[in-house]
């Protein structure tokens, strides 16, 4: 079966229409949301200043270039927080009370209602943040970007926020197994961290981890380092690699779960 | 007062059980406060190049080891708890019971406390004998002063926690509130970095705040880096910080409790 194309992009568009009237109908949360966001982010971004105090630069980065790599962190965590994790929160609901029956016999892809089903658009602040603060060090870099270097490090943000999204449906798909998996999302979101800094201040190991295991490298320091200049072949073959292991890894482990699922009512 | 010491041994038989039924999800809790690795990686990687205020890459690693260690033994959930409680109106029924809900919680988590030193033991283990030259012993006088501190920026997680969950019989917003708390916290208690790496200036105020006393103090004593003589004052203002909020929590118990029977529950 072929699948229908415009189906694919029309149902979570849907489902987003759905999230942002909900959000809507509490403003001031949503306001307040954005207030908070410019707290926790200050005190990210302070954390770092106080490197610099000290050094004029870190394992090879200066402070607008480490400010790079947190602008794409703060712009991965929030869409992550905004479109991933709600959905591995309303799964393991689903699936305690069985009403991911209701789901799984809607006439649209699984996967593709699971991973669009709860939204949390307030979110999304963070993201601006990270835009301002990024556009801020774009200007502050000691070279001005070409245009190929900005292309490279859009695919290189792109393919490892598809990566991104591998993990967390490879997350949701232990909650089939464990049930009680409700805080793995803080362990994620924990180890997300470490995309705050550059690859380089890693050691050796970590560094492979962090590109492989847990993909925030690819999200966060990637495109920082295209940005710089300093992209090449090996890069972005590394990059897309990841992308294609975790897309096809967890569309996998997504049909696996599915075909073992014996639902809380049976 | 003597009913609570009578309770106090099925209390914690109760708690225990609990933290047992649910140990893989206690096991992953314990797992996510990998924060201080992280920024021990920053900071290991600007001591590369030499010290920074006195911390070389031997400081930094044994400072945020006992940060790991601090932080799991000054756990508190109580905002989560309290705040679903009054969300939901599950307070209600605990509120008949002859004990305080607020006491219930605090024994619980001093329980699960247990546990969590059960999972980190063998990791403090490994990792001292992976690498011996972190542990420095402290001297007894400030051994001893850690474990009082240790206690007392518990007692302040609790309270400040139990303080913002409490705002949810008045506020609908609590949680994103202790966000802001918490970013400030993050910053300001020696969980980012050692506070001796802030500029000169602020390091009076940063001792008057409460924020190092819920995690910098304890840490410092248990690394070695505050000798004994020094902390007492600290842990001075620590225990004033301690009886402020607790009368402060016990005012808003109070009023908020009424608050709460206002509309019904």
């Given at each position: 079966m072929v699948p229908d194309c415009g189906r694919i992009l029309r149902v979570p568009a849907a489902l987003l229409r759905i999230s942002l009237a909900t959000a809507m109908q509490y403003r001031s949360d949503f306001i307040f949301e954005g207030l908070t966001g410019v707290v926790r982010t200050g005190a990210t971004v302070a954390a770092l200043l106080l490197v610099y105090l000290h050094r004029q630069e870190v394992a090879g980065w200066t402070l607008p270039e480490a400010l790079l790599v947190m602008a794409f962190f703060l712009v991965m965590s929030s869409v992550v927080q905004a479109f991933f994790e709600p959905n591995l929160g309303a799964v393991v609901e689903q699936i305690r009370q069985g009403t991911l029956d209701l789901l799984l016999m809607k006439p649209a892809d699984a996967q593709l209602l699971v991973s669009a089903?709860?939204?949390?658009?307030?979110?999304?602040w963070d993201a601006l943040a990270g835009i301002g603060l990024g556009a801020w060090c774009l200007w502050h870099l000691p070279t001005r970007p070409g245009a190929d270097d900005v292309l490279v490090a859009l695919a290189l943000f792109a393919c490892g926020m598809v990566a991104m999204y591998g993990l967390w449906i490879l997350a949701i798909c232990t909650s089939f197994k464990f049930?009680?998996?409700?805080?793995l999302r803080f362990l994620l979101m924990s180890v997300s961290?470490?995309?705050?800094?550059?690859?380089?201040?890693?050691?050796g190991w970590v560094r492979v981890l962090l590109v492989i295991?847990?993909?925030v490298g690819v999200v966060t320091s990637f495109p920082a380092m295209a940005l710089r200049g300093a992209w090449t072949v090996h890069l972005v073959l590394a990059a897309a690699g990841a992308a294609l292991l975790f897309a096809v890894g967890s569309r996998l482990a997504w049909k696996r779960s599915l075909a073992s699922y014996t639902s809380a009512s049976s | 007062m003597t009913h609570l010491f009578r309770a106090l041994p099925t209390l914690f038989r109760v708690g225990f059980a609990d933290v047992v039924a649910y140990r893989a999800e206690m096991a992953i809790w314990v797992l996510t406060a990998t924060m201080p690795l992280i920024m021990l990686a920053l900071w290991n990687a600007v001591a590369a190049q030499g010290p920074v205020a006195g911390f070389g890459q031997v400081e930094m690693a044994r400072y945020f080891a006992a940060t790991l260690v601090v932080r799991q033994l000054t756990g508190a959930w109580i905002l989560w708890q309290l705040n679903y409680l009054i969300r939901t109106g599950g307070l209600s029924p605990l509120?008949?019971?002859?004990?305080?809900p607020l006491t219930y919680e605090a024994v619980s988590m001093v329980v699960a406390m247990h546990f969590r030193m059960v999972i980190l033991a063998p990791l403090v283990g490994a990792l001292l004998w992976w690498r011996?030259?972190?542990?420095?012993?402290?001297?007894w006088a400030a051994f001893g002063l850690f474990f009082v501190s240790v206690a007392l920026a518990w007692l302040l997680s609790f309270l400040i926690q139990a303080l913002f969950a409490m705002l949810a019989f008045w506020l609908d917003q609590s949680m994103g509130l202790f966000g802001v708390w918490f970013a400030a916290w993050g910053l300001l208690s020696g969980?980012?970095?050692?506070?001796?790496?802030?500029?000169?200036?602020w390091k009076p105020i940063l001792e008057w705040l409460p924020f190092r006393g819920m995690l910098a103090v304890p840490v410092e004593l248990l690394g070695g880096f505050l000798s004994a003589r020094d902390a007492l004052p600290q842990i001075g203002i620590q225990l004033g910080w301690t009886l402020t909020l607790a009368a402060l929590a016990a005012f808003t118990w109070r009023r908020g409790l009424r608050r709460y029977g206002a509309y019904g529950a």
């Open positions: 089903s709860r939204m949390a658009p307030a979110r999304l049930v009680r998996v409700d805080n961290d470490a995309g705050r800094w550059p690859l380089a201040i890693f050691s295991v847990v993909p | 509120l008949l019971r002859p004990l305080n011996p030259e972190l542990w420095k012993a402290p001297g969980y980012f970095a050692p506070t001796a790496v802030f500029p000169a200036a």
